[in-house]
């Protein structure tokens, strides 16, 4: 049985883990065209990719955020916020980036993966699957988080 006085401890995490936690860093990000623009944690960005001519992020909430951005400008803002990124190839040839804090599991690419993949990256709080495929080899993406450090 769990103590009254320990049950908000657990709720809200340790004081240490608190103090461990990334300072929210907050960047504007233009959504579709004639919308306003909305605020977004770039500490709680996972993935950053382009997909139908929009520019989406997907966080660690399970949300993804499109933008009518360019990649590159949105990328710029990310890092000048803190977010440290590791770009890596998708299947289609197109530049991919993930949240080096939130890569959890890197191994070769299974059969389940489009032809050319060559690792798969596990990475916490994608939406809409659990692993990234990539074109990379194990290797090189290893190299990847290394130069990101």
């Known amino acids: ?29 233009l959504p579709a065209e004639g919308r306003a623009p909305v605020r977004l944690n770039a500490m709680q960005v996972v993935r950053v990719a382009r997909l139908d001519g929009a520019t989406i992020l997907d966080t660690t909430a399970f949300v993804q955020q499109r933008s009518s951005e360019g990649l ?11 977010l440290r990124l590791v770009p890596l190839t998708d299947l289609n040839g197109a530049r991919t980036y993930l949240a080096l804090d939130r890569i959890v599991l890197v191994r ?11 690792a798969a990256i596990v990475v916490a709080g994608l939406r809409f699957a659990t692993d990234v495929a990539v074109r990379e080899t194990v290797a090189d993406v290893m190299a990847a988080i290394g130069a990101a450090h």
């Open 72 to 82: 590159d400008a949105v990328i710029r803002r990310l890092q000048a916020a803190g």
């Open 108 to 118: 070769p690419s299974e059969e389940r993966h489009a032809a050319g993949a060559r």
């Open 1 to 29: 049985m769990i103590s009254r006085r320990l049950l908000p401890l657990l709720l809200l995490g340790s004081p240490a883990a608190a103090q461990d936690a990334p300072p929210a860093s907050f960047v504007e990000l």
